[in-house]
């Protein structure tokens, strides 16, 4: 049996009123900038030692989520660096008392926050920066900037699950597989990779994802090439 396939994007909701859209992104934007304090807080306290290097996209808020779509975000967020999953306990839990508009009282308006660490590897040359805290915008070491607004994520409308290889079904594999893909603006699946792998089944579990068909992600209606995570499980 195979089962498919989480993501890491909230949620579809209905489409937002656009009466109030442009007022609602302003106030969550307003929101962000009056806790940039916090953020920065949680900044230092989830790596002081700057081991990370990389880049991470964070959706807020999390609460009165679905338990499915719950349960596909702590699966994503399982395959990131630890220093990221830090940042995310700690900045919902700040977040919760912020007043951002949730998913019941404003439907898909979501505050993102984009984060860069050490893409340019200052830490790693320079070791005496170890001993400094994790924010730096000064120096470059990592940037921190957010965006708020409505977000849809992609619908899938065409293609099939990932199913068993013939060597994996002979040498009754079974285990779980983690991918991240892009979907396009068209709402084509490219450039997926393995995260986690499984023996005989990782080739076919990426052209098969590669193959499907989604409606884009919108953001603020408008078409988006975004991330997108799946979880494949495979069992006998």
Same mark, same amino acid.
């Given at each position: 049996m195979v089962t498919a396939c989480a993501h890491a994007p909230p949620a579809v909701f209905p489409a937002p009123d656009p009466a109030h859209m442009a007022q609602d992104i302003e106030k969550v934007r307003e929101i962000a900038e009056a806790h940039r304090q916090e953020i920065e807080q949680c900044l230092r306290l989830s790596d002081p030692s700057l081991s990370w290097v990389g880049q991470a996209t964070l959706f807020l808020p999390r609460s009165n989520s679905p338990p499915q779509e719950a349960q596909s975000r702590a699966r994503w967020l399982s395959t990131l660096p630890t220093a990221v999953q830090s940042f995310d306990a700690c900045i919902q839990s700040k977040a919760k008392n912020w007043g951002i508009p949730n998913q019941v009282t404003r439907p898909s308006l979501q505050l993102v926050l984009f984060l860069q660490a050490n893409l340019s590897g200052p830490a790693r040359s320079k070791p005496d920066l170890a001993s400094r805290p994790l924010l730096s915008l000064q120096e470059g070491r990592v940037q921190l900037f957010y965006e708020a607004g409505f977000f849809s994520a992609p619908k899938l409308i065409a293609g099939k699950d990932p199913k068993y290889t013939g060597a994996g079904l002979l040498e009754n594999v079974?285990? #779980? !597989? /983690? *991918? @991240? +893909?892009? !979907?396009? #603006? @068209?709402?084509? /699946?490219?450039? +997926?990779?393995? %995260? @986690? @792998? %499984?023996?005989?089944?990782?080739? *076919? #579990? %990426?052209?098969? &994802?590669? *193959?499907?068909?989604?409606?884009? *992600? &919108?953001?603020?209606?408008?078409? !988006?090439?975004t991330d997108y995570f799946f979880r494949v499980d495979f069992m006998q």
């Amino acid at each position: 049996m195979v089962t498919a396939c989480a993501h890491a994007p909230p949620a579809v909701f209905p489409a937002p009123d656009p009466a109030h859209m442009a007022q609602d992104i302003e106030k969550v934007r307003e929101i962000a900038e009056a806790h940039r304090q916090e953020i920065e807080q949680c900044l230092r306290l989830s790596d002081p030692s700057l081991s990370w290097v990389g880049q991470a996209t964070l959706f807020l808020p999390r609460s009165n989520s679905p338990p499915q779509e719950a349960q596909s975000r702590a699966r994503w967020l399982s395959t990131l660096p630890t220093a990221v999953q830090s940042f995310d306990a700690c900045i919902q839990s700040k977040a919760k008392n912020w007043g951002i508009p949730n998913q019941v009282t404003r439907p898909s308006l979501q505050l993102v926050l984009f984060l860069q660490a050490n893409l340019s590897g200052p830490a790693r040359s320079k070791p005496d920066l170890a001993s400094r805290p994790l924010l730096s915008l000064q120096e470059g070491r990592v940037q921190l900037f957010y965006e708020a607004g409505f977000f849809s994520a992609p619908k899938l409308i065409a293609g099939k699950d990932p199913k068993y290889t013939g060597a994996g079904l002979l040498e009754n594999v079974q285990g #779980t !597989i /983690v *991918a @991240k +893909c892009i !979907i396009d #603006t @068209k709402g084509r /699946v490219r450039n +997926c990779r393995a %995260l @986690k @792998k %499984l023996s005989r089944m990782n080739d *076919a #579990t %990426l052209n098969s &994802l590669e *193959a499907r068909r989604y409606e884009p *992600a &919108l953001w603020n209606g408008q078409p !988006i090439e975004t991330d997108y995570f799946f979880r494949v499980d495979f069992m006998q």
